[in-house]
């Protein structure tokens, strides 16, 4: 009798472990399925966003199209604005800041005329989202914040999404990074109102620079560091934010 008890009590006890299993796959299965579905969807609007807003504009560059199709922008934006993540447009990330259009962020991509082996000095880390695209294209990416909230937030990012390629340094862009110069490129994303010399002194012969520049009118310019100099090319006009300056 004592063992027929024993064994009644043991198929109790794993009855209720199994409606307890059964029950926690009941409540948690719909939520684990919505966010599979929710990365389904954001692998399709990045799809979209890469034909619509990029190849139907001229991206040509299949390295560049195919960092924009990896890179998952809607990590790199507020969380009460992931919602518009794939838009074709810039979003606030605080301080005064934006993430740029993703088709800015493409184009002066391409324009840097990037390679592998290369090493790409960025000034304007923002939320990470640029530096994010060079990384999956380039072997090193060196990126200067001068607002230390985001400086913070987008190593803490990049780091966990594994871009260990990508170093961030809280400091003045327009002074650049001189202790890994020179660069095979340099891209600004925020608008100096002229060219900072500093910058160009740290290209690399043969090296390209992508930065808007001005105040009320911006251009977008492709400056070439040659023997003798430098060659500017005019791209397109642009509205970025304005560069920020430590005048300390």
């Given at each position: 009798?004592?063992?027929?008890?024993?064994?009644?009590?043991r198929?109790?006890?794993?009855t209720?472990q199994?409606?307890?299993?059964?029950?926690?796959?009941?409540i948690?299965c719909?939520?684990l399925a919505?966010?599979?579905?929710?990365?389904?969807?954001?692998?399709?609007?990045?799809?979209?966003m890469?034909?619509?807003q990029?190849?139907?504009?001229?991206?040509?560059?299949?390295?560049?199209?195919?960092?924009?199709?990896?890179?998952e922008?809607?990590?790199?934006?507020?969380?009460?604005?992931?919602?518009?993540?794939?838009a074709?447009?810039?979003?606030?990330?605080?301080?005064?800041?934006?993430?740029s259009q993703?088709y800015?962020?493409?184009?002066?991509t391409?324009?840097?005329?990037?390679k592998?082996?290369d090493?790409?000095?960025?000034?304007?880390?923002?939320s990470?989202y640029?530096?994010?695209?060079?990384?999956?294209?380039v072997?090193?990416v060196?990126?200067?914040?001068?607002l230390?909230?985001?400086a913070?937030?987008?190593?803490?990012?990049?780091k966990?999404?594994?871009?260990?390629?990508?170093?961030?340094?809280?400091?003045?862009?327009?002074?650049?990074?001189?202790?890994?110069?020179?660069?095979?490129a340099?891209?600004?994303?925020?608008?100096p109102?002229?060219?900072?010399?500093k910058?160009?002194?740290?290209?690399?012969?043969?090296?390209?620079?992508?930065?808007?520049?001005?105040?009320?009118?911006?251009?977008?310019?492709?400056i070439?560091r040659?023997?003798?100099?430098?060659?500017?090319?005019?791209?397109?006009?642009?509205?970025f934010?304005?560069?920020?300056?430590d005048?300390?």
């Amino acid at each position: 009798m004592r063992i027929f008890n024993t064994l009644s009590l043991r198929g109790a006890l794993a009855t209720k472990q199994s409606l307890v299993i059964i029950v926690v796959a009941i409540i948690f299965c719909p939520y684990l399925a919505s966010l599979y579905a929710q990365d389904d969807d954001f692998d399709l609007q990045r799809g979209r966003m890469v034909k619509e807003q990029l190849e139907s504009r001229g991206i040509r560059d299949e390295a560049v199209l195919s960092a924009m199709r990896k890179v998952e922008r809607h990590l790199f934006v507020p969380s009460d604005l992931v919602d518009f993540a794939y838009a074709d447009r810039p979003l606030p990330i605080g301080h005064d800041q934006t993430i740029s259009q993703p088709y800015i962020v493409a184009y002066m991509t391409e324009a840097a005329k990037l390679k592998p082996g290369d090493r790409v000095l960025e000034i304007g880390t923002g939320s990470g989202y640029q530096a994010a695209v060079l990384a999956e294209i380039v072997s090193k990416v060196y990126s200067v914040e001068i607002l230390e909230p985001l400086a913070v937030s987008a190593e803490k990012r990049l780091k966990s999404l594994g871009y260990d390629n990508v170093c961030v340094k809280l400091g003045d862009g327009y002074k650049g990074w001189e202790e890994f110069a020179p660069y095979e490129a340099i891209i600004v994303t925020a608008a100096p109102p002229k060219i900072p010399e500093k910058l160009l002194e740290q290209l690399a012969i043969g090296g390209r620079a992508v930065m808007p520049v001005g105040s009320i009118y911006q251009e977008l310019y492709l400056i070439t560091r040659t023997e003798g100099g430098y060659n500017r090319e005019t791209l397109l006009p642009v509205r970025f934010v304005p560069m920020v300056h430590d005048k300390d």
